[in-house]
C-alpha cells in the first residue's frame, strides 16, 4: 500500500509543485486547501503524515496542529509545517503546537522531500515491532426486536467518542440498517461493499474506505441502505470485519440483529464485551432469559455480560436495578427511561440524545452505561 501524504496549503502553486515532486516518488497525495477540509481528511484519508501551511485563511496552522494533535485518530501523525515566517519564535510556536518540521518559505521542493523521507524513517524505526494494541468491541443485541438496541447502541459510541476516545460504530446487519437515518446521513458506502470480498480482502483499507465519520465524532459502518444490498452475513466476514476495526479503534460498538444466527455466533465471540437490551414487559422478558441461555451456551460468562431495560410507558412500578439483576442472572448497566419526545427531538436534529440533550433525564442513563462499560476495561483514549 503506498504511502499517503496530506498538503494542506491554500496556496495552488505548493500544492502543484509538492504533489509533483512527492507524486514522482509514488506517494499518494491528498491535497485540500482550507484547514476545515485538512481535518476532515486527516481523519476520512488517514495520512501517513502531513504537511500543513502555518497561514491557512480559515484558522492558523498552529490550531490546527493543536486539533490533530488532541485527537486520538491523528495525535500520532508526524506533521511538517510551512510559513512565510522564518523567525525563531515562529519556529518555536510551530514545534510547541506540534509540529515535527518547520520549513520556510519560499522552500525548495528536493528539501520538502528529502524531510518527508526522513520523517517517514524516523516514525517508521520508532512504530513498535509488535502487534498495536487491540481495542475492545462491545457487542449490543436486542432481546427482540424494537427494543431500541440501535438507539442505545449509537448512543453509547457517542458519549464515549465525546470523551476524546477513538470510537467505531458498526451495524454488522444483513438488511436495512436505521443508523443512518438516526444520524441524518446519506452513507457513500457501507457494509454492503465489505461482504462482497473476501475474509483475507477485508483488510484496514477496505474497512477504512467503508467507514463514514458522522458528525457525533463516531466512525460509522453503516448497515445496508438498499434492498439491492441485503444478503447473509458469513461468519468468516463477520471475524474479519471486528478483528480489523478492533485495530482502529479503542471502542467498537457492534449493533447486532437479535436472530442469533452463525454470523451473530461469530460476532459475539469476537466480543469482549455482551450487552443484551431489553424492554420491561412480559414477553421480552422471556426472550432476554432466552437469549441469555444462548450467550451462555457460546461461551459467554457473567463477566462478559450486562443488560440495558428500556421502560417505553411511564406507567407502572418504578423499576429497581438489584431486582432486574437477580431476575435475569447478569448486571443492570442502565435503566432507560420513557423517551420518546426525546428520541423525537434527536431524530429531528440527527444527533443522538446525549449530544443533542445532554443534560436531559433520558441523555443521563445512557452516559453512565458508557462510562460504566469505560470502566470495565479502562482502554486509554485511542488506539
Known sequence: MRVKIL????????????????????????????AQEGLRKAVSEHPDL?????????MAGAAVCLELRRDP????????????????????????????EYVTKPFEADEVVARVEALLNLTRRLRPAGPTE???????????????????????????????????????????GTCALQLGETPPTNLSGLLQLTPEHIDAPALRNCLVR?????????????????????????????????GMAAYTIVDLPCDLSAATRAAIRE???VVVVAEHEQ????????????????????????????????????????????????DVLGLFPPAEEACQNA????????????????????????NKLKAVFAVPAGV
Open 134 to 176: 487491540r481495542g475492545k468491541t462491545l457487542a449490543f443485541i436486542g432481546a427482540k426486536g424494537g427494543v431500541g438496541t440501535t438507539t442505545v447502541a449509537l448512543n453509547v459510541a457517542a458519549a464515549l467518542a465525546s470523551q476524546r476516545t477513538a470510537t467505531i460504530a458498526v451495524e454488522l446487519r444483513p438488511s436495512f
Open 283 to 330: 414477553t421480552c422478558w422471556s426472550a432476554s432469559k432466552v437469549v441469555l441461555a444462548q450467550l451462555a451456551s457460546w461461551g459467554v460468562n457473567k463477566g462478559q455480560l450486562g443488560a440495558v431495560v428500556v421502560k417505553r410507558s411511564p406507567s407502572g412500578r418504578p423499576l429497581k436495578a438489584a431486582e432486574i439483576s437477580l431476575e435475569l442472572g447478569c
Open 271 to 273: 466480543s469482549d464485551y
Open 50 to 58: 502531513v504537511i500543513l501551511d502555518a497561514d491557512l485563511p480559515d
Open 73 to 100: 485518530q491523528t495525535s500520532d501523525v508526524p506533521i511538517i509545517m510551512l510559513s512565510h515566517k522564518g523567525g525563531v519564535t515562529d519556529r518555536i510556536s510551530g514545534l510547541k503546537a506540534g509540529a515535527n
Open 347 to 370: 431524530q429531528r436534529s440527527c444527533a443522538p440524545i446525549v449530544l443533542s440533550q445532554g443534560g436531559s433525564v433520558p441523555a443521563m442513563p445512557l452516559k453512565e452505561i458508557a
Open 7 to 34: 498538503i494542506v496549503d491554500d496556496e495552488t502553486n505548493v500544492l502543484r509543485t509538492l504533489g509533483y515532486a512527492l507524486g514522482t516518488l509514488e506517494y499518494e497525495i491528498v491535497p485540500a486547501d482550507s
Open 214 to 246: 458522522s458528525q457525533s465524532g463516531v466512525r460509522v459502518l453503516f448497515g445496508p441502505q438498499k434492498g439491492d444490498e441485503f444478503q447473509e452475513v458469513e461468519p468468516e466476514r463477520a471475524k474479519a470485519i471486528l478483528r480489523g476495526l478492533a
